[in-house]
């Protein structure tokens, strides 16, 4: 519902919140079309249509600005509604991760599949699914990206257990447990899920039988517990930039930082950034 961005997001979905000029799902979808992703499927609520609209063909804009001669801008536009093919599908009651997975099965079907937690923005060069999919063609079995993160800010993930695997340096590791929200003192490690998943098909047969957990929602991460005994699940170290736009202080600086990335305002932005006196 995106309480933590009130009032922004009164009337808007936070995923339709711009961090410079695109808003923070264009990122994610990005991510998922750099990764190599062709079908990608929305899981949405009633209140959420703006997200299936902006990747959409809008005619009248289109034929607009073609007309005003704007041509850069019509470029941007059509890029976005040829990015993907859209389908997605309504989760009817906020019962969380899990369940929105779940409710994707008979599109999904038997195939292994990423999930892409929309708030979570990665900006990496090489993307940091593809880097996940490099894991999956090995290993052929699901993983978790994971990331250090501080004592203070462990029990806003779900945090691994790991152990080495042989052969492999400390970026791919085995996954033993997941233990969601933890606090500083529960928590098994620093390694907190950073929202991008490859999930094998077993993982639908693990959250059918998952029970509403932490908060009433559908966990992922207790359908993960379950995977654990019947597959091998893998984690992998992603160690580039990492921006959970759902929290107000990371929303800020990752519209700093890819503003100071940006050819049109990069040079400008910095030099006003140098000049605050602060
Ligand atoms: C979800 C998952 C959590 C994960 C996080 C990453 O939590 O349940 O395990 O670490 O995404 O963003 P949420 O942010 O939906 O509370």
Redesign the pocket.
């Known amino acids: 519902m995106g309480l933590r961005f009130l009032p922004a997001t009164k009337a808007i979905p936070k995923e339709m919140l711009p961090i410079v000029d695109k808003p923070a799902i264009q990122y994610v979808v990005e991510e998922a079309v750099q990764s190599g992703f062709e079908d990608i499927i929305f899981v949405t609520s009633r209140s959420k249509s703006e997200i299936e609209d902006h990747f959409d063909y809008d005619y009248r804009l289109e034929h607009t600005l073609r007309e005003q001669g704007k041509h850069d801008l019509l470029k941007v536009v059509q890029d976005i509604s040829q990015m993907i093919t859209i389908s997605s599908i309504r989760q009817k009651q906020p019962l969380g ?1 899990g369940h929105a997975i779940l409710i994707t099965r008979s599109s999904i079907g038997e195939e292994p599949f990423g999930v892409f ?1 929309a ?2 923005i990665t900006a990496d060069e090489i993307p940091c699914m593809k880097q996940l999919i490099g894991v999956y063609e090995k290993y052929r079995s699901s993983v978790v990206a994971v990331q250090e993160v501080s004592q203070e800010a462990i029990s806003r ?2 945090v691994v257990a790991v152990e080495p695997v042989e052969g492999e340096d400390d970026r791919v590791l085995l996954v033993k447990d997941v233990v ?1 929200k933890p606090s500083p003192q529960k928590a098994p490690s620093n390694l ?4 991008r998943y490859i999930l094998t098909p077993t993982i639908f047969q693990c959250l059918k039988r998952t029970k509403l957990g932490a908060g009433g929602e559908i ?3 207790d359908a993960l517990r379950s995977l654990i005994e019947e597959e091998p699940v893998y984690a992998y170290r992603y160690e580039g930039p990492r921006y ?1 736009a ?1 929290n107000k202080l990371e929303y800020l600086i990752a519209t700093v930082e890819f503003a100071l990335q940006r050819e049109d305002l990069g040079e400008e932005f910095r030099r006003y950034l140098k000049n605050l006196k602060l």
């Open positions: 991760l937690n708030d979570e993930y779900g969601e907190a899920v950073i929202g966990q992922l991460t959970d759902g």
